[in-house]
């Protein structure tokens, strides 16, 4: 698993790549929150686009990142999701969390 973090005015993008699973969400969630607490964006962008396995660990990840964001009033989007992902988020009901792009295969 790595990361591509891309701080851009009052937006941060994080490219995700690899396999989010309970052994990697940690790191994960560390870089992740130091980056926004370094940055207070917006908007903070999650890129599954380079993802080829999740778990449960995954919705976590995008759950705990909204509850962050969303106490000063920034928003959550999750992008370039391949079409599994996608399903399995949106049973999660994370589309009700964060703006959901289409991404990866087409639905």
Do not use: C, W
């Not at 599954?48 to 000063?72: E, N, P």
Request: charged residues 20%; negative net charge.
């Amino acid at each position: 698993m790595s990361t591509v973090l891309s701080p851009v005015n009052e937006t941060l993008t994080v490219l995700l790549t690899g396999e989010i699973d309970h052994h990697t969400a940690a790191a994960l969630r560390e870089e992740i929150d130091a980056a926004i607490e370094e940055h207070h964006p917006r908007l903070l962008t999650l890129d599954f686009g380079g993802v080829s396995f999740m778990d449960s660990s995954g919705i976590g990840l995008v759950m705990g990142r909204y509850k962050q964001v969303s106490a000063y009033g920034g928003r959550v989007a999750v992008a370039n999701t391949p079409k599994p992902l996608r399903r399995v988020m949106r049973l999660a009901g994370l589309d009700r969390l964060a703006e959901m792009e289409n991404g990866g295969t087409s639905q």
